[in-house]
Nanobody, 125 residues
Framework: QVQLVESGGGLVQAGGSLRLSCAAS????????MGWYRQAPGKQRELVAA???????NYADSVKGRFTISRDNAKNTVYLQMNSLKPEDTAVYYC???????????????????WGQGTQVTVSS
């Protein structure tokens, strides 16, 4: 019913920048929070940044001042601008969204937590 498709990952040198995008599609009634998580090899998945529909943001301490999350509500898309990248930012980055899905067959909605497939970000030293 709902898909999150990420793009924008890649290989970059330390100090460089990347911009990740995540577009939600499908039978979407509304989207509350959207955010980005990351998982490095051998580590747990961690929150990088989140943004509510009301505009409140939350960042991991390790990325504050370097990363900026934004969203285009008309396009159901969330972005992560990553500047001053460090080798320790290397990870698979996952998009996450809290979406209320519309079911026309039952004239109802249901809230769910959705994930993208992940995009690799590699920062070389």
């Amino acid at each position: 019913q709902v898909q999150l498709v990420e793009s924008g990952g890649g290989l970059v040198q330390a100090g460089g920048s990347l911009r990740l995008s995540c577009a939600a599609s499908g039978s979407i009634f509304s989207i509350n929070a959207m955010g980005w998580y990351r998982q490095a090899p051998g580590k747990q998945r961690e929150l990088v940044a989140a943004l509510t529909s009301g505009g409140s943001t939350n960042y991991a301490d390790s990325v504050k001042g370097r990363f900026t999350i934004s969203r285009d509500n008309a396009k159901n898309t969330v972005y992560l601008q990553m500047n001053s990248l460090k080798p320790e930012d290397t990870a698979v980055y996952y998009c996450n969204a809290d979406i209320r899905v519309w079911y026309a067959s039952s004239w109802s909605t249901e809230k769910g937590d959705y994930w993208g497939q992940g995009t690799q970000v590699t920062v070389s030293s």
